[in-house]
């Protein structure tokens, strides 16, 4: 049953947009699914609005705007930490906004902000061409882009953010911009990382690059050889080039080719390294890897992007479980820090959470958004799922015993904006900390603030954990 606040947003709302057939949903009602993880505490929006196309949303942001109501935006797909569903909120749903457009000639592809990762690998299959995209198909585009964004061509393509070459943006003040180089340059690098700031993003123009397929290879390492797995991707991607992306998981080990059946659902380390370079390459910079004698399991070939997707998905269901995160960046990470995570690694609270490492550097070093660790050698996310709320509990106490130990190599108030829990960000106009965007060349907080106070006054959009928006920036 909705409450008496939801009735009445949902009741006012309605006179803005029924000439357009739109019934804004109480969230409340039982019948309405969140998309939020499940089991994530205090996500529920009072109204969600499902969006058919950019006319719905400027009239639901003019409305929103009248009634001094805040403003979520789900991007078509599910947010793990609760930040496309915020309490509170007018949730706009954009899951209608599904045009995907791939213009080879131009070498681009237009998306709609509701369309999903797994539906634009599949539109961009066999065309030749291939986006860093999130693993999790479910994942909306537009919220990975808009926040950075990670996939498994990190290091090739750097942040999905990055790739961003025109968007359309209905802004806090209720004006559609068209935003690319020519007309609003500053703008468009702003989107690259802080997007949600500003308003609700309804097309993304982004360009993808001429990869076909890759090599991958999936390592397993038993409990008593984690350290060493985790060492030996680290160690792999810092004598490799761009086209290698490595990823490092401390979890529960899934049934692989080879892998002693013993071995699955014990606590390890599930290395997968993606090589986008030529074959020779390719083989030079994996050697160590598939003959590498401590490995329980080594699964290789050459594998499309959609093929990929396939194969790792079953890892990823956030949707069916509560989510615990905490996330930062590190510039280094020596033997005892390797050491010290896998030891609070290794008692998982159960088979779904998890403990990363990814090496950054190459393609995100240089690009020019603005998403907050570009110049970070490492990205490191702790991942606590579970499936009864009885696991809560635990979970959340494994969560918090990493995060000591990660306080001991992060970055000062520096979180990753894709693996920010509502709890650890807190919430409203929370931010990931001013830290996050002192360095390196994107733009400063004060030119951020200012497109704020410019396309959003009257601070609709304050759930996007990105930057703080205080008037303050001495």
């Not at 690259?192 to 001429?210: I, M, Q």
């Not at 409990?223 to 529960?252: C, I």
């Not at 080719?257 to 606590?267: R, S, T, Y």
């Not at 070939?301 to 396939?310: K, N, W």
Request: a negative charge; glycine letters at 14%; one cysteine or more.
């Amino acid at each position: 049953m909705a409450d008496r606040r939801s009735q009445g947003i949902a009741g006012r709302i309605p006179a803005s947009l029924t000439d357009r057939g739109i019934a804004p949903e109480a969230i409340q009602d039982p019948a309405v699914p969140s998309r939020a993880a499940a089991g994530t505490p205090d996500t529920a929006p009072l109204v969600r609005v499902r969006c058919r196309d950019e006319s719905d949303v400027l009239a639901a942001i003019t409305a929103c705007a009248g009634l001094g109501v805040p403003i979520s935006v789900l991007g078509g797909g599910y947010s793990p930490g609760a930040l496309g569903e915020a309490a509170g909120t007018v949730c706009l749903d954009l899951a209608g906004l599904d045009r995907i457009e791939v213009d080879p000639e131009a070498r681009t592809v237009t998306v709609g902000g509701g369309v999903t990762a797994g539906a634009l690998d599949r539109a961009l299959d066999g065309t030749g061409f291939a986006l860093n995209l999130p693993v999790p198909s479910r994942i909306g585009v537009a919220g990975a882009a808009l926040s950075g964004g990670v996939g498994v061509l990190l290091r090739r393509l750097g942040f999905i953010g990055d790739r961003i070459v025109a968007a359309r943006l209905v802004d806090g003040t209720g004006t559609v911009r068209q935003v690319d180089e020519r007309r609003d340059p500053e703008l468009l690098r702003a989107l690259r990382g802080g997007g949600g700031n500003f308003g609700a993003v309804t097309e993304l123009t982004l360009a993808p690059a001429p990869i076909r397929d890759f090599h991958v290879v999936q390592l397993a390492f038993a409990a008593d050889h984690a350290a060493e797995g985790l060492s030996l991707v680290l160690d792999l991607a810092a004598g490799a080039g761009d086209d290698l992306t490595a990823v490092a998981f401390v979890r529960a080990l899934p049934p692989l080719p080879g892998l002693d059946p013993a071995l699955v659902g014990g606590a390890g380390v599930l290395a997968l390294l993606v090589h986008a370079g030529e074959a020779g390459v390719a083989e030079r910079d994996l050697g160590p890897a598939t003959l590498h004698p401590r490995a329980a399991a080594v699964v290789a070939g050459r594998l499309t992007p959609l093929q990929l997707r396939e194969r790792l998905e079953p890892a990823f269901p956030f949707e069916r479980f509560g989510a615990h995160f905490r996330s930062g960046f590190a510039d280094r990470l020596g033997d005892g820090d390797i050491e010290a995570f896998v030891d609070a690694a290794a008692p998982l609270p159960g088979p779904h959470s998890a403990f990363e490492i990814v090496p950054l550097g190459g393609a995100v070093r240089r690009g020019e958004g603005c998403a907050p660790g570009r110049d970070a050698a490492f990205m490191i996310n702790v991942m606590g799922l579970w499936v009864e709320p009885e696991e809560a509990a635990a979970t959340r106490e494994w969560a918090a015993g990493l995060d000591r130990v990660l306080a001991a190599v992060r970055r000062d108030e520096a979180r990753v904006p894709g693996f920010v829990s509502r709890d650890e960000a807190g919430s409203g106009n929370a931010g990931l900390g001013d830290a996050a965007y002192a360095a390196g060349d994107g733009p400063a907080l004060p030119i951020l603030r200012e497109l704020k106070n410019r396309h959003d006054p009257h601070r609709l959009f304050t759930t996007a954990l990105t930057f703080t928006t205080d008037q303050e920036h001495a």
